[in-house]
């Protein structure tokens, strides 16, 4: 620019003239350093976020799509494989047993003729002596669920058998029999296998297997395992039985013999 304000000389390439100031203290330009290391930090950041994301957006947006797609189907099959519900074991298709070596109701004979229901959603009718093979679990009144539900539920559902929960109806002793809320939170305390909830209104399974309401001691306040192999012969019944090897052997003499 001219000293006296006119206008400038000409430039000898035919560029448009710039004025440019230098400042006699170079702090003056300290902004000015400032903002342009601010600018070259966020081109260096999106030139990394560029270069992270190169392989996925190359295909545009499918590929983020499917992939997110294949890890919900992956985290879906993972869980509704551990919390899902587990297969019920199909009924066998063994005949009864012609001539069983006990009566009905004793242990080498048949269970006793009667019909319960099956809670499974709505109320199902079953003939007792449909209930084969498996173990059928007798709960007593006013029963804490113990550890041995889960036991059996586990044991049976290894080798394909049923594993069903069924109340004493008949009240003793002041205690009133168990609900079937509180018999289907006792099942839903095993992960392994899956009870299914029986109620016996006529008391048909405990009457012949389940020690009276109110006797004193644990075979009066524990559970009742009646074992019914698939000809539906009743071959053994225990009373407040215990996790262990010996309750296991039981359960595995179903499906062997």
């Known amino acids: ?53 190169r392989p996925v957006t190359r295909f545009g947006v499918a590929i983020p799509i499917i992939a997110g797609a294949l890890l919900i189907a992956l985290l879906s099959g993972v869980l509704m494989t551990a919390f899902g519900p587990r297969p019920t074991p199909r009924p066998t298709g063994v005949q009864l047993a012609p001539r069983p070596s006990a009566s009905p109701g004793k242990v080498g004979g048949l269970l006793p003729d009667g019909q319960v229901d099956k809670m499974t959603g709505d109320r199902t009718p079953v003939k007792t002596r449909d209930l084969r093979p498996g173990v059928i679990g007798i709960v007593p009144p006013a029963y804490r669920c113990e550890t041995v539900v889960a036991d059996l539920a586990g044991r049976t559902q290894e080798y394909k058998l049923n594993f069903w929960l069924v109340a004493d109806p008949r009240p003793g002793g002041g205690r009133k029999p168990a609900s079937l809320k509180d018999l289907k939170a006792c099942a839903g305390t095993a992960h392994n296998g899956t009870p299914q909830v029986l109620e016996d209104r006529g008391g048909v399974l405990a009457g012949a297997y389940a020690p009276a309401p109110g006797t004193p001691g644990p075979t009066g306040t524990g559970l009742t395992a009646v074992f019914v192999a698939p000809d539906g012969v009743v071959t053994e019944v225990v009373r407040a039985p215990r996790p262990g090897p010996e309750l296991a052997g039981k359960v595995e003499a179903l499906h062997t013999g």
Do not use: I, N
């Open 1 to 53: 620019m001219r000293p006296d304000g006119g206008d400038p000389e000409p430039d000898d390439y035919g560029l448009p003239h710039v004025d440019v100031v230098v400042p006699d203290d170079a702090r003056e330009l300290e902004r000015d350093v400032v903002a342009y290391r601010r600018e070259e930090r966020r081109r260096r950041r999106r030139v990394r976020t560029h270069r992270l994301f």
